[in-house]
């Protein structure tokens, strides 16, 4: 038997699309609405098993708003599932690839629902296609007047114009459509950065057909806010012939759960999450698929041969970002040339050495003098928790031969974001990270020893009634990195 597409196996809201024009949004949205795999009940009830109702989690998930990026059905209806999907966006129910998701993100959706052809798929439905973004709608006839009305005022809520205020944390959920599509995951959250330069994002990428599951992150620092999830390939098996829309969203929604969980309790989940050095290295460790051609086909992940990430789609050096708000910044300083010197210490809070592979070093024609330590200085936001936590972030500009430093965390007042700020020495005394002396403060340190890229953790005993723990990653020659998690008693 020849393999089936998802909308052939749907049960709920993923109808096999209708040929009576504009009201096919409507039977969508409709049917969502009335399936009682969705309803309201089940919803609460799929919260509270996975522990999403109480404590960190639950005010984590009520800050943020939930976002489906495709490429295709499942991911919206996984969110539908959990009772995160309260607004309808432009990507729930068509087929996207990457590189569209982002062209749109650049040019405000210019053009979205245009498609260059029209055909009839039998069982599987009407395929408006041929869009000069890749994607192609199944479930809405883009031709009427009251569609594209009913997409233009999702646009405008997905750009933050309407109903969602610009500040607010964004969770954004996209499963890739081929495994090369890994490459594209850091210029795909730069681009939503750019989008929502004043609110916290999150991506949380879903990698279909593989053999092992959880969740996998780069090392780097700057990439806390990205996770990939590997989904099971029990769902396609025996040629997808026991495919449902509501076992797909199962296992999204585990995927989605363990992410927002990560997330909600900030740097000291981390760790619990396995590290890669880089996305190639990332798309190595999965099992390679394609899902097909989102401009006139739906989506059937298929096994291929294991390629490398096509170049156009890594991360581009050259363009430059707003790191965005709750992130460590990049130190503005020049830094250095010379490996960092490595210096002994007795401190209680000198960190072991991790398996981290070597930074390379910067090369002489990116070195330049270095600045004057009052330029140096360097200030990062910690996100505001409310009640009793915050989590925060620090960098720390060294000089050529400093190699350890200290802090100062201060809570945050109700919720106004707590702040850190760098000021680093010549010599091997501590560099300071401190912030105004408004409310009491929890002072700790931490020392980087290799002239390699090192990671580590510290508990700070504080100088109050709280305890601060985080860990930090160490480049030589370009900036100390760390986090902090604040617990009030």
């Known amino acids: 038997m020849a393999a089936r597409t998802h909308a052939q196996h749907s049960r709920g809201p993923q109808p096999t ?9 409507k039977d969508v949205e409709a049917k969502a609405s009335a399936d009682p795999y969705l309803s309201p009940d089940r919803q609460r009830a799929r919260r509270e098993a996975a522990g999403l109702g109480n404590g960190d989690t639950r005010m984590f998930i009520e800050s943020c708003e939930f976002v489906s990026l495709g490429c295709f059905c499942a991911v919206a209806h996984a969110l539908q599932a959990l009772g995160l999907k309260t607004c309808t966006y432009p990507f729930d129910w068509n087929r996207s690839p990457v590189e569209g998701v982002i062209q749109c993100l650049q040019n405000d959706f210019r053009g979205f629902t245009n498609c260059s052809f029209s055909r009839d798929e039998g069982p599987k439905g009407m395929l408006h296609g041929g869009t ?23 646009i405008e809520r997905f750009l933050g114009k309407k109903d969602t205020a610009p500040t607010k944390p964004r969770l954004f959920v996209r499963a890739v459509n081929s495994t090369q599509e890994i490459g594209a995951s850091l210029r795909l959250r730069d681009a939503l950065r750019r989008a929502w330069p004043k609110a916290q994002i ?55 759960v363990q992410a927002v969980q990560v997330w909600a309790r900030g740097p000291r989940a981390l760790p619990r999450v396995r590290e890669v050095r880089d996305l190639q290295t990332l798309a190595s460790q999965l099992d390679a698929f394609d899902g097909g051609n989102t401009n006139d086909q739906l989506f059937m992940p298929r096994r291929v041969a294991q390629t490398s990430i096509p170049p156009s789609y890594l991360p581009r050096p050259s363009t430059p970002r707003d790191p ?42 990116s070195a330049k003098p270095p600045t004057p330590p009052s330029d140096r200085r360097q200030a990062s936001q910690a996100r505001p928790d409310k009640v009793s936590t915050s989590t925060g972030s620090f960098v720390a500009k060294p000089a050529q ?62 100088m109050g009634v709280a305890q601060t723990n985080g860990s930090f990653v160490a480049k030589p020659s370009v900036s100390w990195r760390g986090g902090f998690y604040r617990r009030t008693p």
Not at 17 to 24: H, V, Y
Not at 338 to 357: F, I, M, Q, R
Not at 443 to 460: C, D, E, L, M, N
Request: charge should be positive.
């Open 17 to 25: 699309s209708t040929n009576s024009g504009g009201r096919s949004m």
């Open 132 to 154: 000069s973004w890749g994607g192609s709608f199944w479930h809405h006839d883009v031709k009427s007047s009251k569609v594209q009305a009913d997409f233009a005022r999702r």
């Open 202 to 256: 999150y991506l949380l990428i879903l990698v279909d057909l593989q053999r092992t599951t959880g969740l996998l992150r780069l090392s780097a620092p700057s990439t806390e806010d990205v996770l990939f999830a590997r989904v099971t390939d029990s769902l396609f098996a025996n040629q997808a012939r026991h495919w449902t829309i509501e076992k797909h969203s199962v296992a999204y929604t585990e995927a989605i």
């Open 324 to 365: 965005g708000p709750g992130t460590a910044k990049a130190a503005s300083a020049a830094r250095p040339t010379s490996p960092v010197a490595t210096k002994p210490t007795t401190s209680p809070y000198a960190v072991k050495p991790s398996t981290s592979p070597p930074a390379k070093p910067l090369t002489s024609q």
């Open 401 to 462: 031969t400093a190699s350890s430093g200290s802090f100062v965390a201060k809570p945050p007042k109700q919720a106004n974001p707590a702040s850190s700020v760098s000021k680093p020495t010549r010599s091997a005394s501590p560099s300071s990270l401190a912030t105004p002396a408004v409310a009491p403060h929890t002072g700790g340190s931490f020392v980087a020893k290799p002239a390699a890229q090192t990671g580590g953790s510290f508990v700070a005993k504080p």
